[in-house]
């Protein structure tokens, strides 16, 4: 009798050791078969699989492995409990277009929105969202604001072939701070400063010299891209650029490109794609 005993309190010992080996408590069908053959009996693992402390690691063919190796009915009806959630839960959601995948990758990484966004803006080909595409993005608790820059970047949500974008009126006057204006040539320094948009034309203020700041026309403009810096998963595009039509280029830096930010860019870009989207933007190779 004290031997059975002993084998009892062993197979059960075997069984939470097994349980506990991979650093959380996971009873599997391994673990189960080594602590029946151990001698442990039937309401000792019913006690372990029915600790909501412990997860359960298997499916529904290793229920029948378990019958077949004459582990108790009473086991395996408490294992069928604590499985029958999962076995019903149905498969995640997958989206038709693979590239959603890495947008939510984007999403959940902590990347501010107004970088996701701007990269949606530049995809190519145009997103055409079916059903489970939209559902996967939702499930995967995808902004609405980015689903709707991925809904306007296909030909349906866009203006008709040859119609002018609506511009929105802009404000009285935007300020865009955190700027260094790029100055080519070895011995040129680059200056900080900021832009400012009032009406239609943007003009730069020194924040060293007034004598160094200047003003143009933003329907003057042959081309407005960005500089962007390959990076995985995304391009980084701090720097943006103007050329004037038959005149000079103009180039901005993020001021906290070092420490990877590129905000103030980003805010330039969206205004100007809200505030005048019959601009030519893109690189100027295009």
Same mark, same amino acid.
């Given at each position: 009798?004290?031997?059975?005993?002993?084998?009892?309190?062993?197979?059960?010992?075997?069984? %939470?050791?097994?349980?506990?080996?991979?650093?959380?408590?996971?009873?599997?069908?391994?673990?189960?078969?080594?602590?029946?053959? #151990?001698?442990?009996? #039937?309401? =000792?693992?019913?006690?372990?699989?029915?600790n909501?402390?412990?997860?359960?690691?298997?499916?529904?063919?290793?229920?029948?492995t378990?019958?077949?190796?004459?582990?108790? =009915?009473?086991?395996?009806? #408490?294992?069928?409990?604590?499985?029958?959630?999962?076995?019903?839960?149905?498969? $995640?959601l997958?989206?038709?277009?693979?590239?959603?995948?890495?947008? %939510?990758?984007?999403?959940?990484?902590?990347?501010?929105?107004?970088i996701?966004?701007?990269?949606?803006?530049?995809?190519?080909?145009?997103?055409?969202?079916?059903?489970?595409?939209?559902?996967?993005?939702?499930?995967? =608790?995808?902004?609405?604001?980015?689903?709707?820059?991925?809904?306007?970047t296909?030909?349906?949500?866009?203006?008709?072939?040859?119609?002018?974008?609506?511009?929105?009126?802009?404000?009285?006057?935007?300020?865009?701070?955190?700027?260094?204006?790029?100055?080519?040539?070895f011995?040129?320094?680059s200056?900080?400063?900021?832009?400012?948009?009032?009406?239609? $034309?943007?003009?730069? %203020?020194d924040?060293?010299?007034?004598k160094?700041?200047?003003?143009?026309?933003?329907?003057?403009?042959?081309?407005?891209?960005?500089? !962007?810096?390959? /990076?995985?998963?995304?391009?980084? !595009?701090?720097?943006?650029?103007?050329?004037?039509?038959?005149?000079?280029?103009?180039?901005? /830096?993020?001021?906290?490109?070092? $420490?990877?930010?590129?905000?103030?860019v980003?805010?330039?870009?969206?205004?100007?794609?809200?505030?005048?989207?019959?601009?030519?933007?893109? $690189?100027?190779?295009?």
């Amino acid at each position: 009798m004290e031997r059975a005993i002993a084998r009892s309190w062993l197979g059960i010992a075997v069984l %939470v050791l097994a349980t506990a080996a991979a650093g959380a408590e996971v009873v599997t069908v391994n673990s189960i078969l080594i602590a029946h053959r #151990a001698g442990a009996t #039937a309401d =000792g693992i019913v006690a372990v699989v029915g600790n909501p402390d412990n997860s359960i690691a298997m499916t529904a063919d290793d229920l029948v492995t378990l019958r077949t190796a004459g582990v108790p =009915g009473k086991v395996v009806t #408490a294992l069928e409990a604590r499985l029958a959630a999962p076995i019903l839960t149905p498969t $995640s959601l997958q989206p038709d277009d693979p590239r959603l995948v890495d947008l %939510v990758r984007l999403s959940t990484s902590g990347i501010s929105e107004a970088i996701i966004a701007e990269q949606v803006r530049q995809s190519n080909p145009a997103f055409e969202l079916s059903v489970a595409d939209l559902l996967y993005l939702k499930e995967n =608790g995808v902004l609405e604001s980015i689903i709707a820059s991925l809904m306007a970047t296909h030909p349906a949500g866009q203006s008709a072939p040859g119609a002018v974008p609506t511009a929105l009126a802009a404000p009285p006057e935007i300020d865009f701070d955190d700027l260094v204006l790029v100055r080519p040539g070895f011995l040129k320094k680059s200056r900080p400063g900021r832009l400012v948009m009032q009406d239609d $034309s943007l003009a730069w %203020v020194d924040a060293a010299d007034p004598k160094d700041n200047f003003e143009f026309q933003i329907t003057g403009l042959e081309k407005v891209w960005f500089t !962007c810096q390959a /990076r995985t998963p995304e391009n980084f !595009c701090h720097q943006i650029n103007f050329q004037i039509v038959k005149g000079p280029e103009y180039r901005f /830096r993020d001021v906290n490109q070092e $420490s990877g930010s590129n905000v103030a860019v980003l805010k330039v870009m969206e205004a100007l794609r809200k505030y005048f989207p019959q601009a030519a933007f893109g $690189s100027p190779d295009a």
